[in-house]
C-alpha cells in the first residue's frame, strides 16, 4: 500500500509536467491547426529562464578586504550579491525564492517569444502541410537548443528550492500509514502548481468571453471570422499562453531536474505520445493522460515491476501509445473530425 | 524530372554511376577527396535514397528511420563476431534484420496516417534507442558500443557465453584457419575494406541501390505509391488496398537504412546506441528534403552536403577564424570571430537547423527543384527567342 501511494506520487509532478506541455501543444494545435515541433524547446527556454534570473538576481558586488588576507597573501575579497547589499535581509530572503519569482521573469518573457514566433514563423504555416509544419518546428527547436548551449553551455545547471520547501514531506503520517512514506516537498509544490495552472487555463477558456470565442473559434474557425471577430488576433494570443504555459512548467521544474540544453527534446517526445494517447485536439484528455502516463511511468520503474519486465520502465509510455492508437484511433478523449485526413 | 522515357533514365544512371566512380578524382578540389569522408557520402545517400522511397514516393513522414540504421549496424558487428570478417554475410544479414524490423514497426505504425503515423515512429525509435542503453546491453554493449575483438583463446572457448563482449569467435574464419594479428579489419575476399577499397564497395552498393530506387519509382508499384502521396482517399475508392503497398515501402526503405547501418559497420566496425536518437533521423529527413524529396538525385545531393558541411564546418576553430578575420581592425575581427564561432565547430548543429528552417521556409521542394526551376526558365527563354526568330522570318 504504501509503495503503491508513493507511486502514485511519484508520477504526479512528472505527470503534471507532461500534462502542462501536452496542454499547449493541443492548445496550438486545436486553435491554429499547426503541430509545433519546437514546443519542447519552450520548455526549455522557461527553465533558462530560470536559470538566468537566478544568475541575474545573484550578480556580486566585490568589495576588497584589506585588513583580512587569503592564504596568498592578497586581500580577501568578499563578495555580496547586490540584492542583498540593496534591501538587506529581503534581499536574502528573495535569492532564496529565485526559481518561484522566476515566473514572474518567465511569463513576459514567454509571452513576447510565443508572440513573435506565431507572427513571424508560424503565421506562414497555416496552409502548408503538416510535414512542413513539423519540418520547419523542428528546425526552430535545434536551432534555439544550439543557441542555450552555446550560451549556457553543455552541462546541467542546478537550481534549489527555497529553504522551507527543500526536506521532505511525512506524508505517511498525515494519511496514518506511517513513516514510510515520505516525499519531497518541492514536487508537491510542483504538483499543486500544475494543477492550479491546468485549472487556472480552463476558467480562463470556459468562463471568459475571450475564451469562448476561442472554444467557438476551434470548432468553426470560418463561421467565427464571418461573425466579424478577428480571430486569427486571438489565436496569436493562445499561442502565447501556450508558450507560457510551457514556460512557466519548465521554470518550476527546475529544482527537480537540473535543465540542459536537450531537456525540451526529451520532454517533447514524450508530450507529444501524451497528446496522441490523450486524443488530438482534447484539452482534457491531454491533462488526463499526461497524469496517467506520469504515474504509470513511475509505476513502471519500480523494482518489482522491472524484476519481471526487464526494461519496461523505458519503453512503458511508448507501449502504451501503440496500444491505444491501435484500439482507439482517437486517443481516450479525441474529437471526430480532427486530424483524421 | 528528365521525362519519363527509359533512355533518359539509362543516362542519368550512366553519368551518376560515372560521378560518384570518379568522385575521388572529382571531389579534389573541394577538399574532399579523402576515403572516410567519401565512404560517408555513398552511405548517407543510400540512407537517403531508401527514406525517400518512403517519404519522398508516398509523403509519409517517418521520423524514426534511424533505428533500421542502428538495427543494421549490430546485425553486422555481430556478423563479424560471430562468423567472419567477410563483408558480404553480413550486408545480407543486416538488411534481412532491418528489413524484418521494418515489418514488424510498419504493420503497427501504419495503421495511422499523418502526425500519427510520424509520432509512432518516433515513439518505436525512441523505445529501440532506450532498450539499446538498458536492458539489450547483452547484444548492445550500451554505451560502449559493440566492437569487434580478438579472437577467444582456444583453452577457453568452451565458457564463450561470458565473454563475447570482449572477445570474438568467428567460427568460419577460425574454420577456414584465417591468420589474424590485432583487432581484425573487415575485408572482401580478402581484400581490406578500409580506405578507397572500401570507398568503392559503398559506391558500388550506391549505384546499385540508385538503379533500383529508379527501377522502384518507374515501375507500376512506384505510380501506386505517387498515388497515394496525391490522394490516398481517392485512392482507396478505386478499390485499391493502400496498406500492402505502403508496407512495401516501408520495409524497402528499412532494408536500404540496414544496408547504410551495414556499411557504417564494415567500413568501421564499432555500432553505438547514439546512431539510433532522433536527432539521426531528423538528418535523414533534413538530406532528403534540401536534395529534393521525391526526385532521384536529390537526397543523394542533399547528403552529401551535408555530410561535406558538416565535416568542413566542425572542424573550423578559433585560430582558423582569427587567420580569416585577420585582415579586419581588432573589434570587428574580435566581434566577428564571435559571431561566427556560434555557427562552426562545436556550434555545426546550429546552422544545420538554420538550414533546415531556410530550405523548409524557402525552398520546399529542395534544390532540385530549385535546379529545375532554373533549367526551366533557361528552356523558356530560348524556346521563346526561337518562337519570336521563327515568326520574323
Known amino acids: 500500500m504504501d509503495a503503491i501511494i508513493l507511486q502514485i506520487l511519484n508520477g504526479l509532478d512528472k505527470g503534471g509536467a507532461y500534462a502542462l506541455i501536452a496542454l499547449g501543444l493541443t492548445l496550438t494545435f486545436g486553435t491554429l491547426g499547426v503541430v509545433n515541433f519546437a514546443h519542447g524547446a519552450l520548455f526549455m527556454l522557461g527553465a533558462f529562464c530560470a536559470v538566468s534570473f537566478n544568475k541575474l538576481i545573484s550578480l556580486e558586488q566585490v568589495v576588497l578586504d584589506a585588513t583580512q588576507k587569503t592564504a596568498w597573501g592578497t586581500a580577501l575579497e568578499i563578495r555580496t550579491p547586490y540584492i542583498e547589499v540593496w534591501f538587506g535581509d529581503i534581499g ?73 520547501v527543500a526536506g521532505s514531506a511525512n506524508i505517511g503520517l498525515w494519511l496514518g500509514l506511517g513513516d514510510s512514506v515520505v516525499y519531497p516537498w518541492w514536487r508537491l509544490v510542483y504538483f499543486a502548481f500544475s494543477a492550479i495552472v491546468i485549472f487556472g487555463v480552463f476558467a480562463f477558456l470556459q468562463f471568459t468571453t475571450f475564451g469562448m470565442v476561442v472554444r467557438a473559434g476551434m470548432r468553426d474557425r470560418e463561421m467565427v471570422s464571418l461573425l466579424g471577430i478577428n480571430i486569427e488576433r ?108 | 524530372m528528365f521525362g519519363n522515357s527509359s533512355r533518359a533514365d539509362w543516362i542519368m544512371l550512366i553519368a551518376f554511376s560515372a560521378f560518384v566512380l570518379a568522385a575521388p578524382i572529382l571531389l579534389k578540389p573541394f577538399g574532399a577527396a579523402y576515403p572516410d569522408l567519401l565512404q560517408k557520402f555513398a552511405i548517407y545517400g543510400i540512407f537517403a535514397i531508401g527514406f525517400n522511397i518512403l517519404f519522398g514516393l508516398t509523403g509519409y513522414l517517418s521520423f524514426g528511420h534511424a533505428a533500421f540504421l542502428g538495427v543494421g549496424s549490430y546485425a553486422s558487428v555481430w556478423m563479424f563476431k560471430l562468423f567472419t570478417m567477410n563483408v558480404i554475410p553480413a550486408v545480407l544479414f543486416s538488411i534481412v534484420v532491418a528489413g524484418l524490423f521494418a515489418y514488424i514497426i510498419g504493420f503497427v505504425s501504419l495503421r495511422r496516417s499523418g502526425i500519427y503515423f510520424s509520432i509512432l515512429t518516433l515513439a518505436f525509435a525512441q523505445m529501440s534507442y532506450n532498450l539499446a542503453y538498458s536492458v539489450l546491453t547483452p547484444i548492445t554493449n550500451g554505451e560502449t558500443g559493440l566492437q569487434v575483438r ?17 572477445e570474438d569467435l568467428r567460427w568460419v574464419d577460425q574454420a577456414f584457419g584465417v591468420v589474424e594479428e590485432g583487432i581484425p579489419i573487415t575485408n572482401l575476399f580478402g581484400m581490406k575494406m578500409s580506405g578507397y577499397p572500401g570507398f568503392y564497395f559503398c559506391a558500388v552498393l550506391l549505384i546499385l541501390g540508385f538503379f533500383i530506387a529508379m527501377r522502384i519509382a518507374r515501375s507500376n508499384f512506384g505510380m501506386v505509391l505517387k498515388a497515394i502521396k496525391s490522394n490516398q482517399n481517392r485512392l482507396s475508392y478505386t478499390g485499391v488496398n493502400t496498406r500492402p503497398y505502403l508496407l512495401a515501402a516501408f520495409v524497402i526503405s528499412g532494408m536500404y537504412a540496414g544496408l547504410a547501418g551495414a556499411l557504417l559497420a564494415v567500413t568501421d566496425p564499432l555500432a553505438g546506441a547514439e546512431r539510433m536518437q532522433w536527432t539521426a533521423s531528423g538528418e535523414v529527413v533534413l538530406m532528403t528534403i534540401l536534395g529534393g524529396a521525391g526526385t532521384l538525385l536529390g537526397p543523394v545531393l542533399g547528403a552529401g552536403i551535408i555530410k561535406y558541411f558538416e565535416n568542413i564546418f566542425s572542424s573550423i576553430n578559433d585560430t582558423v577564424l582569427e587567420n580569416v578575420f585577420s585582415f579586419l581592425p581588432t573589434t570587428l575581427q574580435e566581434i566577428s570571430i564571435a559571431v561566427t564561432s556560434m555557427f562552426v565547430g562545436e556550434g555545426w548543429h546550429l546552422t544545420l537547423g538554420l538550414m533546415f528552417m531556410i530550405i523548409v521556409i524557402f525552398l520546399p521542394g529542395g534544390l532540385m527543384q530549385g535546379l529545375n526551376h532554373l533549367i526551366g526558365l533557361f528552356k523558356r527563354k530560348i524556346s521563346t527567342k526561337s518562337v519570336s526568330a521563327d515568326s520574323s522570318g
Open chain 1, 92 to 164: 536574502t530572503v528573495l535569492l532564496d525564492y529565485s526559481v518561484p519569482l522566476s515566473i514572474l521573469f518567465a511569463i513576459p518573457v514567454m509571452l513576447i517569444f510565443g508572440v513573435v514566433m506565431e507572427r513571424g514563423l508560424i503565421k506562414h504555416f497555416y496552409n502548408r502541410p503538416h510535414a512542413d509544419q513539423i519540418l520547419v518546428t523542428f528546425g526552430l527547436a535545434i536551432v534555439l537548443q544550439e543557441i542555450i548551449k552555446h550560451y549556457f553551455g553543455a552541462n546541467p545547471i542546478p537550481q534549489f528550492a527555497p529553504d522551507i
Open chain 1, 234 to 341: 486571438r489565436f496569436t494570443i493562445i499561442f502565447g499562453l501556450a508558450a507560457v504555459v510551457a514556460g512557466m512548467a519548465g521554470a518550476m521544474y527546475t529544482p527537480i531536474l537540473p535543465p540542459d540544453y536537450h531537456m525540451g527534446m526529451d520532454f517533447l517526445v514524450l508530450s507529444f505520445v501524451v497528446v496522441v494517447v490523450g486524443g488530438m485536439g482534447s484539452l482534457g484528455g491531454a491533462v488526463a493522460a499526461g497524469f496517467l502516463l506520469g504515474v504509470l511511468q513511475s509505476f513502471a520503474s519500480m523494482n518489482e515491476i522491472k524484476s519481471i519486465i526487464p526494461g519496461i520502465d523505458q519503453i512503458i509510455i511508448y507501449l502504451v501509445a501503440v496500444v491505444i492508437l491501435l484500439t482507439l484511433p482517437r486517443g481516450l478523449m479525441g474529437r471526430k473530425g480532427v486530424m483524421e485526413d
Open chain 2, 150 to 166: 580478438q579472437l577467444v583463446p582456444a583453452d577457453r572457448a568452451a565458457d564463450y557465453v561470458f565473454i563475447l563482449r570482449d
